[in-house]
């Protein structure tokens, strides 16, 4: 059993947006809801969630709620909008955490997390993810290292997956899409197995790993 608890495979960013900046952002925002900011900075507070309890708690959701909205407050949230909004995240799976129960459990990996949650990942929303052999932090760790998009629609392919195999110069509608596809050679570039993705002219190709791309 693993019992290193040190924080080290954290989420890579940037600037962490602080526990004071995230309250701010919060009491202001709560009345009109997350959603209201730009995706940028609610990237950032689900960045934050994820290492803060506390702001996970609806203990603080309720004192954010009847906290005034005061002009310093306002005008603090404004300043902090302005510092994230165009400040990159490198998180290249495109990950947002969408929902977290408030409970954690400790997981496998020897973290503790969130029991359940769900993720976008390249715009597909997952289901409730649980009973995972690692926690939140080191599941978005795994994926953006090792997650690709599909060279055709764009969507993941995670290590595990079987892949199909597409010559870009015998189907230029793949094509388009070579600048977020993986490529094995100068024109083969990787596809899903998506029924509503995988059009006639590709075949079952082998599997995507954490080593990368694997013969059939
Ligand atoms: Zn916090
Ligand atoms: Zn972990
Ligand atoms: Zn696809």
Known sequence: ?????????????????????????MIAGVPQGRDDFPALVRAHMNLHLL???????????????STPVTAKIASAAEIIISKYRALPIENPAGIEVLEQSETEKTYPCGHSGPESFRINIFGESTDWLKK?????????????????????????????????????VLNPEVAKHEDIGTFIDDRTVLGCMRFNCCISGAFFGGNWTEQGYVQR
């Open 1 to 25: 059993m693993n019992t290193d608890t040190s924080d080290t495979k954290t989420v890579p960013t940037k600037t962490p947006m602080s526990c004071e900046e995230f309250s701010i952002l």
């Open 51 to 65: 290492s803060c309890k506390y702001h996970r708690s609806r203990e603080f959701t309720g004192s954010a709620l």
């Open 132 to 168: 995972r052999p690692e926690c939140l932090k080191c599941l978005i760790t795994r994926l953006n290292t090792h997650a690709i998009r599909c060279g055709l629609c764009g969507k993941s392919i995670l290590p595990g997956s079987g892949v199909a195999l597409y010559d870009v």
